[in-house]
């Protein structure tokens, strides 16, 4: 699969003048979405605690998180984002896309939205 980029925006729920806008990788592998911590902190979002991470390579690492209001396609979620290296992508998160019923169609590289967004577990899963 190729990638995917979308113009994602994040805002500080506590003070919603303060955003941060870019073009983020979509990676469905990625549960929670990711920011350059000097972006997210010039921003004010607070750190609201560590959560230890598995990297594409297997191994696991800790990284802060803080919470911020997430928008893209005309969605608006909010969620849990990532303080990662200045120099790290911005990545969008599998989280809030689904939040928003919006899915990957990995053959050509887009995003689609779901007619609905499913409220039930798929049949055969508990």
Known sequence: MGLTRVTTKLTNI??????????????????????????????????????????????AREYW????????????????????ELRSEPILGVTALESVGIMVDPAHRTLHRLPAIPLKKAAGRR
């Open 14 to 59: 506590a003070s919603p003048k303060k955003s941060y806008e870019a073009l983020f990788l979509v990676d469905t592998g990625a549960t929670d979405s990711m920011a350059p911590a000097d972006k997210l902190e010039k921003m004010g979002v607070r750190k609201e605690g560590r959560t230890s991470y598995e990297l594409a390579d297997g191994t």
């Open 65 to 84: 998180f803080g919470l911020a209001k997430i928008q893209f396609m005309g969605e608006t979620t909010a969620g849990r984002v990532i303080f990662v």
